[in-house]
DNA sequence: GTGAAAGCGCTAACAC
DNA sequence: GTGTTAGCGCTTTCAC
């Protein structure tokens, strides 16, 4: 392996001004030139874990999410991996599969391999991240916000359960169902009331009977939809899906039940990228994963180079996208 | 930080014996408790970034992959994850959108960071892995078995060309298009000879018109079907799409287009898990993708553990799985 | 079985 | 602006 003594030997210098020109600290544009001729020559590369030993901090950004088969948690991955790469950071990718437990086991190790900071989409209510923030170290939530007084980066929840409901109320449908993910989730909550706001924004009743609180995946959706036309009460010709994957699951479900398009309506919070569906067939509220990721990595970095101010709390509003045919 | 030498003075012993007992060398039980509780009452974490500067291997596994947002390579991951982490090493994604440039610069932070292996779907027919291999690292191929002389995990995807192709063909359809990915991807030429295999089995014509060399993506797909029907020839009554996204846009477009499932029937190499389709609805072979990701993790973790023996390749079958209607 | 001591490659005082 | 030097926390000979 071939080291800054070495390079220094070769270019004629210390090996404090090889580190130097690495860290952009002045030197003389002579010797920097001597550096670099000497470094291409040798083909030496950096040894970072020296580097993360010696100033106790390594350039990895940890992004912690529940579900890595869940595109929207990919998108966003995306989005924040192209502004890490920009700012010469790594990005690890950790699956808690919504599990406090393996979730407080990577934030050890993030803690342990020195990773400069974190972007987290908390596993649950049983979160504990004060492991990671009493290690000074910084972090921003990303679509849930914890409790914690940290720096979020959150989607306009509320609003998009409201959009999405009110489109297919205001398409003429009048029973209009909400599945969302479990009670204990803010973003469910938030759009579960979202769904009533629409209700009464527009003079309606609020059925309880038609809110449930299922599993933000796609086995919650199918569940939801049969116990919804299952039950005594009468079918609804709606349905809010609480993201992307419910969305999915209802979609099937209604195909395999035969139940027509024009009997019931979905509109979904959420994008769905692999829908294998024709374009604008299904009304949905898309929301910004990829900004997310981005808007959360950056207030990230500015944390990460010392930026001190009050922990800030950014919502992005989600799009309505309207179906063409009946939705 | 609390170090080993916190420990040693606490539990009456030399650093030595610490770091013994953490890495399960000999020492005497009585001394081993004591480090124990010293350990236990300091709240000692080992140094990992000391230990790898020390040692020059971290517990830490590369997983390249050239597209974060397919559900095929995340189910993979999901594969390697829990294998890696069984055993105690952390998974690190590396994305690289199929270009080779950004591919060579994770290969090269992944010697750099001293990290123990790589699982890697190579980006293309340029892609280079002599940095890694001459760095004397073990390496995994999956998905895509590059030339060079290393352990790989691959699908049959010759095997599965033929298999989708013949699904179609054996329910009556007989003008099968065949739409894969790029001509340089060796999967996708494999995936076509399958198509044409099943053809020549069952004595019929092959019509070159008919194979179409796309992207793996969705857009691939949706361009694909579009230049088919609007070309002069006659249209197909049949399409096998090469991979899960391209199987995805064929059936957007199929249904954009308002054609019928009776007129053009698809098959599909690869699953669908977030079709929002009835179940069996679409011919699928499906592929073991969690699969090859845990066996190229195992093969990985025996070559980290010095195994010796000739590089290997394992091939896993797909499944393939008829639709209940007319496909 | 155990301890002393050197050193992995780098950075950051400190002295010049 | 530049060189000398100590030391980040750990592992691993080498002696005993």
Same mark, same amino acid.
């Given at each position: 392996m071939v080291t800054i003594y070495d390079v220094a030997k070769l270019a004629g210098v210390s090996p404090a001004t090889v580190?130097?020109?690495?860290?952009?600290? @002045?030197?003389?544009?002579?010797?920097? !030139? !001597?550096?670099? %001729?000497? @470094?291409?020559?040798?083909?030496?590369?950096?040894?970072?874990?020296?580097r993360t030993l010696r100033t106790q *901090? =390594?350039?990895?950004i940890a992004l912690v999410i529940p579900d890595i088969e869940n595109p929207y948690f990919t998108e966003m991955a995306r989005g924040v991996e192209d502004v890490a790469a920009e700012a010469g950071y790594?990005?690890?990718?950790?699956? *808690? %599969?919504?599990? =406090?437990?393996k979730e407080a086991g990577y934030l050890g190790i993030a803690v342990a391999a020195h990773m400069a900071g974190m972007i987290i989409a908390v596993a649950g209510p049983d979160s504990d991240l004060t492991g990671f923030t009493s290690a000074a170290r910084p972090l921003v939530a990303v679509d849930?916000?914890? $409790?914690?007084?940290?720096? =979020?980066?959150?989607? !306009?929840?509320r609003a998009a359960g409201e959009a999405a409901t009110g489109a297919?109320?205001?398409?003429?449908?009048?029973?209009? !169902?909400?599945?969302?993910?479990?009670? $204990?989730?803010? *973003?469910?909550? %938030?759009?579960?009331?979202?769904?009533? %706001?629409?209700?009464l924004a527009r003079g309606l009743e609020v059925d309880d009977e038609l809110l449930r609180y299922e599993s933000f995946r796609v086995e919650g959706g199918r569940a939801a939809l049969d116990a919804l036309f299952d039950g005594d009460a009468d079918d609804p010709d709606g349905i809010v899906a609480g993201n992307n994957l419910i969305g999915v699951g209802v979609l099937?479900?209604?195909?395999?039940?035969?139940?027509?398009?024009?009997?019931?309506?979905?509109?979904?919070?959420?994008?769905?990228?692999?829908? @294998?569906?024709?374009? @604008?067939?299904?009304?949905?509220?898309?929301?910004?994963a990829?900004?997310?990721g981005t808007t959360a990595a950056r207030l990230l970095l500015e944390r990460i180079d010392g930026v001190q101010r009050e922990p800030q709390t950014v919502v992005l509003p989600g799009t309505l996208v309207r179906a063409a045919t009946a939705g």
């Open positions: 580190s130097r020109v690495y860290n952009g600290v @002045a030197v003389s544009e002579e010797k920097a !030139a !001597a550096v670099r %001729d000497a @470094a291409a020559t040798l083909q030496f590369t950096p040894n970072r874990t020296a *901090t =390594a350039q990895i790594s990005v690890v990718l950790c699956n *808690t %599969d919504g599990d =406090a437990t849930r916000a914890p $409790d914690a007084y940290v720096d =979020a980066v959150v989607m !306009a929840n297919l109320l205001d398409a003429g449908r009048s029973r209009v !169902a909400c599945i969302v993910g479990p009670h $204990d989730i803010a *973003t469910a909550r %938030d759009r579960a009331l979202g769904w009533r %706001d629409a209700h099937q479900r209604r195909g395999e039940r035969s139940i027509d398009a024009e009997a019931l309506g979905v509109a979904v919070i959420g994008s769905l990228p692999f829908a @294998a569906l024709p374009e @604008a067939s299904v009304t949905t509220v898309r929301l910004p990829r900004d997310m």
